[in-house]
C-alpha cells in the first residue's frame, strides 16, 4: 500500500477491526473493547450456517479491514497479490454461484469500486511461478490457513473448484492460465479503466462507501449499482428489481401521505444485495435482522446506494422528456 508508511514495514491488521467503538456496547464489567469487537465477529460467523457463505463473508470483512486501514493511514492505493490461480478458482466458483455477471469486475488490474482503489500486479503470474521467484530470490513464504483448512475436504464450492482447477493443472499446466485469459476477455466495467493510476482523482465520495475510479475522459461513465455487502456490480436485472421496489416504496409513501414506511428494514437491505449474498448470508428469513444487527456499519452504509436508486427511478420518470442530439450524445429535456 502506497502511503505514509514504509513500503517495507510490516502491519498485521485484524479483522475484527472493522467494527468501530461507537459501534460496541462496552458496559459490561472486565470486557474491553477488543473482545467485544472478537466476540460480535464469533457471532456473526456462528449464524451463517453455508460453508461457503463463510467464506466469502471472510474475504469480505478482509476487505473491509484493509480498506479501513489504508483510509486511516493516508493510502492512494492497495495492492493485492492475487496470483493467475488465485482468479482461475475464482473464475469457476463465481460462475457456480451465479455471479458471472460481475466477474470481470474483481478480476482487472485495476479495480476502482472501493474508496482506495486496488491493484493486482501479480495477476498473469500462476502460483508456481511465484514460489519459484521466493526460492530464487531466498524470500520467505507462509501458509495461510482459511476457512476450509481445519474442516473436512469439499465442503465449500471454493474447496470444490480449487479442487477441480488442481486436478485440470495435473494434466495441463497452462490450464490455470488459459481460465484466467479466457475469463479476462469479458467486458470490464467502468471503474476498471483507470487513468488515475499517477495519483490524480477527481472524484471523491464518502470515506465509507465504495466510489467508481477515475476513467477515461473519453470512456462512458456508467453508475453500475452495487451489493451492499460484496460491493458486486448488480445485473441489469437486479438493477430494474430495486427501482421498481423504490417506486413502490415511493408509491406507498405519496398514497399514505407519510414519509415513514411500512416496510421492514430487513427488507430494504436485502432488495440492495446480489442474489449470491441473499442465498448465501440469509437463507432463513427469520435470521436476517439478526445477523443485520451485528454486521459492521460499513458493509450496511445505504445512503449511497439509495441515492443513485433515487436519481435511477427520476431519470426513469423523465425518460419519455429527454431528447437525443444527433449531432451529439448530449441529451436535453424538453
Known amino acids: 500500500m502506497e502511503g505514509s508508511r514504509r513500503p517495507d514495514e510490516f502491519v498485521i491488521i485484524s479483522i475484527e477491526d472493522v467494527y468501530t467503538d461507537a459501534e460496541l456496547d462496552t458496559t459490561g ?8 469487537k472478537l466476540q460480535r465477529l464469533q457471532s456473526l460467523f456462528k449464524l451463517v450456517q453455508d460453508p461457503t457463505g463463510k467464506e466469502d463473508l471472510l474475504e469480505h470483512l478482509r ?16 495492492v493485492l497479490g492475487l496470483s493467475a490461480s488465485r482468479i482461475a478458482v475464482k473464475v469457476i466458483s463465481e460462475t457456480a454461484k451465479g455471479c458471472g455477471f460481475s466477474l470481470p469486475a474483481g478480476m482487472q488490474y485495476y479495480d476502482g ?10 495477476r498473469d503470474c500462476i502460483a508456481k511461478e511465484l514460489v519459484l ?20 475436504p469439499q465442503k465449500s464450492i471454493t474447496s470444490l473448484s480449487s479442487s477441480f482447477v488442481s486436478t485440470l493443472q495435473e494434466d495441463n499446466p497452462s490450464r490455470e492460465r488459459t481460465i484466467m485469459r479466457t475469463a479476462a476477455k469479458l467486458q470490464a466495467f467502468s471503474f476498471n479503466h483507470a487513468t488515475a493510476i499517477d495519483g490524480h482523482s477527481s472524484h471523491k465520495k464518502s470515506a465509507s462507501v465504495p466510489i467508481s475510479a ?9 453508475d453500475e449499482l452495487l451489493c451492499l ?11 430494474v428489481s430495486i427501482v421498481t421496489a423504490f417506486q413502490i416504496t415511493e408509491s406507498k409513501r405519496q398514497q399514505n ?20 449474498c441473499q442465498y448465501q448470508f440469509f437463507p432463513v428469513e427469520e435470521r436476517t435482522g439478526e445477523i443485520l444487527s451485528i454486521l459492521p456499519q460499513t458493509m450496511k452504509n445505504s445512503e449511497f446506494l ?7 427511478w427520476m431519470r426513469s420518470q423523465i425518460n419519455d422528456c429527454l431528447l437525443i442530439n444527433s449531432d451529439s450524445d448530449d441529451e436535453t429535456v424538453t
Open 214 to 222: 477515475v476513467i477515461d475522459e473519453k470512456e462512458e461513465i456508467k
Open 113 to 122: 469500486r472501493w474508496s482506495v482503489p486496488v491493484v493486482l500486479p501479480l
Open 63 to 78: 476487505m473491509q479491514a484493509l480498506q479501513q486501514f489504508a483510509r486511516k493511514h493516508g493510502y492512494t492505493r492497495l
Open 29 to 36: 464489567e472486565c470486557c474491553s473493547i477488543h473482545s467485544n
Open 257 to 276: 401521505g407519510s414519509l415513514i414506511s411500512d416496510t421492514k428494514p430487513s427488507t430494504h437491505f436485502l432488495e440492495k444485495c446480489c442474489q449470491s
Open 306 to 312: 439509495s441515492e443513485k436508486v433515487k436519481q435511477m
Open 133 to 152: 521467484l521466493c526460492h530464487y530470490r531466498k524470500l520467505k513464504w507462509v501458509f495461510i490457513p482459511n476457512m476450509s483448512t481445519l474442516t473436512l
Open 229 to 239: 455487502l460484496c460491493c458486486a456490480p448488480l445485473s441489469p436485472q437486479e438493477s
